[in-house]
């Protein structure tokens, strides 16, 4: 959106996923670690075991995949995660904006993309807004890490959207696209 600020980007060395799943063992471990605290919880939505590993091993606690088919629970979250396109029949803004009501203010999601697609980023970050979302990081995941002082080839393999609910009342409401 014209007037806002750019986020960061950061680089992750991690491997990438296997077929049919949505990140390595080393992306969950990264995402846990970075966006939450011991006995946080964290809602897991992504394809595989792997965030779900990470977060018994960093003593997280979790509304894990399985048991969340009919509900994300009543707890609001610190972190949501989740791989895109969701597999469920909501539309983008309906699934942000269930996000959104089971986030803690400051809290966040993390929507993991397959590296590749330069309008799906764009197109997930205005679902968002519209609920009130906010776009906090941009996390680039590549098989091999960047050398200072070389010029490296990236293998990027996922885009990791973070996005946060605002803490602040005045903006918690949703915005406009």
């Not at 942000?96 to 309008?119: I, K, Q, T």
């Not at 010029?151 to 393999?157: A, S, V």
Request: proline share 10%; net charge negative; aromatic share 4%.
């Amino acid at each position: 959106m014209p007037g806002d600020p750019p986020v960061p980007i950061t680089v992750w060395p991690v491997p990438a996923p296997q077929p049919g799943e949505t990140m390595s063992n080393e992306m969950g471990v990264r995402l846990v670690h970075n966006l939450t605290h011991p006995s946080d919880l964290i809602i897991d939505l992504a394809g595989g075991p792997q965030l779900a590993r990470a977060i018994i091993a960093a003593h997280r606690r979790s509304h894990l995949q399985a048991a969340c088919q009919g509900g994300w629970g009543r707890e609001a979250a610190t972190l949501i995660v989740s791989g895109w396109p969701v597999d469920n029949t909501d539309s983008p803004v309906e699934f942000f904006g269930r996000c959104r009501e089971s986030l803690v203010p400051g809290g966040c999601v993390a929507v993991l993309l397959p590296h590749g697609d330069v309008v799906l980023p764009v197109d997930v970050v205005a679902a968002t807004k519209r609920v009130g979302l906010a776009y906090l990081q941009h996390i680039v995941a590549a098989d091999r890490p960047p050398r200072r002082g070389q010029h490296t080839q990236l293998d990027i393999h996922t885009d990791v959207l973070i996005l946060t609910r605002s803490t602040d009342q005045a903006q918690a409401g949703g915005g406009d696209v």
